[in-house]
């Protein structure tokens, strides 16, 4: 299935909505219109929407679908004309589910945003099985979470295996700078994957598990439950403090070894963390923010704060301005530690030249839904992930478009 001729290459749904429109823009910036490079379209609910924010872009000459989430029948109609649904809209367990059913059983593949591991646990049980026998790759959590991680993480395990034959037994990330906005779209996501931890005991056990995205079975491994406390780094003496999208990266991570076949090792180990420099100023700075995160994390887990989190955060379809976007960056280091010799351990610095929740992360996932449309992928359907569905084509595309550079160095 899947393999025949479709109207489009790349369907954009939610692009009215505050994401969707920079996909929809970074698309039609880099490809131009449908009669060009891509073949592609923008979708929605609501058409007036959809042509204005057409319009306010400069790319009237690209079509325009209707599809509604609370319509199955919608979506199962634009899954079929299109190779790939890039989908923005979120909350994913709110509005997701029927799409990636649509596009599973259209053998159509799909990518998105989301960084909700319960719901991607669900859809996995769902359809991995089903997409496997479609065609469709589905393929989660394409932007700042988690290409970087998933990335390069990739390219430290390829180039250890290429330049000395054995996997790294350890990959560290450190996030060290970053600067961009936060958006009501991510906080809506984070609160419902919240409230329904609050409903669900299992769910709440889902979350505390490091590989909650392993395929059945295959569940298991050396690393234990992310660290909510700050630490001295052994390597280079830095602080650490939690990263909140920790726990999201490193499921993800961890689901593209047990695809890869364990290409990284049945004992492979990895992690992520803020860092801090060395010294006072840096053990003062790691421990506050520790202690942000867990109050955050405290008080979003009690329904009447919760609630007034929500109010206080922005609202979907809000985010940071073009001016916060375009000035925004980050820099990630990560260190793959050799099995045997730390002079060869491989350090890779990965930076991004947009805030990376928005300007960066519309270009991962456009590059994302491009790369499933156009690209020689060899691994056939299933619910993936960005490096075992992609790998090196992605990679390339990152490196060439979307302004995310990697520098490796040994030692």
């Known amino acids: 299935m899947g393999s025949e001729a479709k109207e489009f290459d790349v369907v954009v749904w939610g692009a009215s909505g505050f994401t969707g429109r920079l996909v929809a823009e970074y698309l039609y910036q880099r490809y131009g219109a449908s009669s060009g490079e891509l073949a592609w379209a923008m979708a929605g ?8 924010v057409r319009s306010e872009i400069g790319a009237d000459e690209v079509p325009i679908v209707i599809a509604d989430s609370t319509q199955p029948e919608t979506l199962e109609a634009m899954a079929t004309r299109t190779r790939v649904v890039c ?30 591991v319960a719901w991607m646990r669900r859809m996995i049980d769902a359809h991995d099985e089903a997409a496997r026998v479609s065609g469709a790759r589905i393929v989660h959590s ?62 709440r056990e889902l979350l505390a598990n490091p590989y909650a995205l392993d395929p059945a079975g295959a569940r298991g491994g050396l690393d234990g439950m992310d660290s909510n406390v700050p630490h001295r780094d052994s390597d280079d003496g830095s602080w650490t403090a939690p990263f909140v999208m920790s726990m999201i990266n490193t499921r993800v991570v961890r689901r593209s070894n047990a695809l890869l076949f364990y290409r990284y090792g049945h004992d492979f180990r990895y992690e992520e963390a803020m860092a801090f420099a060395p010294g006072v100023v840096g053990c003062l700075t790691a421990v506050a923010v520790s202690i942000g995160s867990s109050l955050f994390n405290s008080v979003a887990q009690v329904a009447v704060l919760r609630d007034l989190l929500a109010r206080l955060l922005p609202q979907p379809g809000e985010g940071p301005a073009a001016e916060m976007r375009e000035s925004g960056f980050f820099e990630i280091e990560m260190l793959a530690r050799h099995p045997e010799d ?44 960005p490096a075992a569905a992609m790998g090196d084509h992605l990679l390339e595309r990152l490196a060439a478009n979307a302004g995310l550079s990697f520098e490796l160095s040994v030692g």
Request: net charge positive.
């Open 45 to 52: 609910r609501n058409l007036a929407k959809l042509e204005r």
């Open 87 to 116: 989908s923005t809209v979120g909350p994913y367990a709110i509005y997701g589910s029927a799409l990636v059913a649509a596009c599973v059983a259209a053998g159509t593949h799909y990518c998105d945003l989301t960084g909700e």
């Open 142 to 203: 394409c932007g700042f979470d988690s290409v970087p991680s998933d990335m390069g993480v990739w390219l430290l395990q390829r180039e250890m295996l290429a330049r000395f034959g054995v996997p790294a037994v350890q990959v560290k990330y450190r996030m060290r700078r970053a600067r961009g906005g936060f958006s009501g779209g991510t906080a809506a996501s984070m609160l419902n994957m919240l409230e329904e931890a609050e409903r669900t005991p299992e769910l």
């Open 342 to 385: 730390r002079a060869n351990n491989l350090r890779l610095v990965l930076r991004g030249d947009r805030d990376p929740g928005y300007g960066s992360t519309a270009k991962m996932l456009g590059e994302s839904a491009v790369c499933l449309a156009k690209d020689p992928l060899r691994r056939e359907g299933g619910v993936l992930t």
